[in-house]
């Protein structure tokens, strides 16, 4: 069975960090990219980072110099370091995985930024 699970979700204040943290299992196959986006109320859903091969990143712009994406030696975990957490940063984060034939998504964490 194929799993896509993150976890690391919660309340912080404003100021705070969260870690998010992402696990695919049950697929044999080498996936290119995985990536972190977010969706609020009223909202698309948006990038905030991803991370393709080990090294090669991309950011919202948002985001930029406040998270950070890395990604485990298997290819099969990614994390995000959130820092400087911020009320507009409040949002439903959903994983990502994706090859050019495949786009798999996990069940979303909620992420409160609040006081």
């Known amino acids: 069975q194929v799993q896509l699970v993150e976890s690391g979700g919660g309340l912080v204040q404003p100021g705070g960090s969260l870690r998010l943290s992402c696990a695919l299992s049950g697929i044999m196959i080498n996936i290119e990219t995985m990536g972190w986006y977010r969706q609020a109320p009223g909202k698309e859903r948006e990038l905030v980072a991803a991370?393709?091969?080990?090294?090669?990143?991309n950011y919202g712009d948002s985001v930029k110099g406040r998270f950070t994406i890395t990604r485990g030696d298997t290819k099969n975990t990614v994390w995000l370091q959130m820092n400087s957490l911020k009320s507009e940063d409040t949002a439903v984060y959903y994983c990502?995985?994706?090859?050019?034939?495949?786009?798999?998504w996990g069940q979303g964490t909620q992420v409160t930024v609040s006081s």
């Open positions: 991370i393709t091969g080990g090294t090669r990143t």
């Open positions: 990502n995985a994706k090859n050019w034939d495949i786009d798999l």
